[in-house]
């Protein structure tokens, strides 16, 4: 039985040397969180089953800087890395794959241009493309749209790209499943509705999307404690916990979070 | 020092960091010759069986005969599924054939490719899993295994459905389905075994 994966997430500003990892909400109230490659050895130590780092800078030079960030990492963390933002072409990917990452994820340039997925998973296998989407409630009954119940009545799923900044109107669940169909390995599945929140994931979100494909789902946004983790394990199939602040700002340790989770039943590794 | 084959297939940075973190003294070798005077030999792999042997063909030669010879040789993911004789992800592709058998698809139903971490079910104890314990896990990506004919070679398994081959040895050839150089510290203590076992 495979086990489900806790995943710390490093939101990289790569516009000064080295890079530092950040976090806050929306953009604002940003608080430093460290020094990327240092934040991922670690977490590495502590038992993070997999990292994963998104460039949320647009800076020029931010390419090179993420793949000096990776190689670093890669001298001494052993578990896989995956590494988004800005990737618009199987070129870009490349780079970053030739510095040591084992996957890439991709959002806003696979909405503006779905062919990409295929172009990167034909390259480097579906395993190493991981579709990236921001999700938000839309309550209603919308015709052609994929319907999900929550306790706060019917609601579709809207995409949105640039960081959470501009919608698209495509369904969510749609997309992942198109997705899929064209080569993505694995879906990493953030609601805006619950990111910065620490209310806990979306667990009707997470619950329909695991259940509509056949890939690994990584629940995203809002996770602020292990119980959280729990109830996403317990009430969905998501393969995968993410999760920023509360490992950043030292309030869990991610190996207490999986000792709390294997104590409850939930098949981690330990 | 151990040679990385290195046949165009995939990133060697992870496995060649890994073995150079623990003292291994690694070298991607692109050539044939290069592998002439190695202490081991690190088969890595990385996309569809049968471009890995396309690749890998060149090498054919210079790997049996070190095999023959006894360097301690170490196969891993698609780097494994090559010792078999075919699979059926690429038809009419033919593998090295050193175990006997033929690589297979995971069966309908399963997540494929099976991504993730799962554990180990040891059964037979060698020098190469020396520290590791039944239930210890290990990244696996993959959508193929190896069945060989002789189950003797089978040294740990793990289950995705199916009883899924996860290591074998053979003489001096040990390969892992998982990636040891993605495992954490339980697949660093692998390497290091093989590290060792080229001084014994």
């Known amino acids: 039985m495979l086990a489900r994966r806790i995943i710390p997430c490093l939101d990289c500003d790569l516009g000064v040397p080295g890079g530092r990892v950040v976090k806050g909400i929306e953009f604002k109230q940003i608080r430093y969180a460290g020094i990327p490659w240092e934040l991922a050895g670690r977490y590495y130590e502590d038992g993070a089953d997999e990292i994963v780092f998104l460039d949320i800078t647009a800076s020029h030079e931010r390419r090179e800087t993420m793949t000096s960030v990776i190689k670093k990492t890669s001298e001494s963390v052993f578990v896989p890395l995956a590494v988004g933002g800005g990737i618009k072409s199987v070129d870009e990917a490349r780079e970053v794959f030739n510095a040591g990452a084992d996957k890439i994820t991709l959002n806003t340039s696979a909405l503006k241009r779905p062919e990409l997925i295929s172009e990167i998973s034909d390259r480097y296998g579906n395993q190493a493309v991981v579709l990236a989407i921001d999700a938000k409630r839309r309550y209603g009954q919308e015709a052609g749209r994929e319907i999900v119940e929550t306790p706060e009545g019917p609601c579709w799923f809207e995409c949105s790209f640039y960081g959470g900044r501009e919608f698209t109107g495509i369904d969510a669940i749609a997309w992942a499943k198109d997705a899929v169909s064209r080569g993505a390995g694995e879906i990493l599945l953030t609601s805006m509705d619950r990111d910065g929140t620490y209310d806990g994931f979306d667990i009707p979100l997470t619950d329909a999307v695991a259940k509509r494909v056949r890939i690994p789902v990584i629940a995203s946004g809002g996770c602020a404690s292990p119980d959280h983790m729990l109830e996403v394990f317990q009430k969905t199939e998501a393969s995968a916990a993410l999760a920023a602040s509360i490992f950043h700002f030292g309030e869990w340790n991610i190996r207490d979070v999986k000792t709390y989770l294997k104590e409850r039943g939930v098949n981690v590794r330990v | ?200």
């Open chain 2, 1 to 200: 020092m151990i040679a990385i084959v290195n046949y165009g297939m995939g990133n060697l940075f992870s496995i060649y960091n890994a073995l150079d973190r623990i003292g291994g003294d690694p070298r991607i070798v692109p050539d044939p010759e290069g592998l002439a005077g190695a202490d081991g030999i690190v088969v890595p792999g990385v996309g569809a069986f049968g471009s890995c042997m396309d690749q890998l063909s060149r090498f054919e030669g210079s790997l049996l005969r070190a095999f023959q010879e006894g360097v301690p040789m170490l196969g891993i993911c698609v780097g494994m599924q090559v010792l078999f004789e075919e699979s059926e992800e690429s038809p009419g592709a033919k593998g090295l054939g050193w175990i006997k058998g033929n690589v297979v698809r995971l069966p309908d139903g399963v997540m494929i490719p099976q991504m993730g971490w799962n554990s180990l079910s040891i059964k037979r104890p060698v020098e190469m899993l020396e520290g590791i314990s039944n239930g210890d896990m290990f990244y696996f990506v993959h959508s193929y295994y190896g069945r060989p004919v002789d189950r003797s070679v089978i040294v740990a398994t793990t289950d995705h459905g199916v009883e899924v081959t996860a290591a074998i040895a053979k003489d001096n050839l040990f390969a892992t389905q998982f990636h040891p150089e993605k495992s954490g510290a339980k697949g660093l203590k692998i390497l290091e075994n093989f590290v060792r076992c080229l001084h014994c």
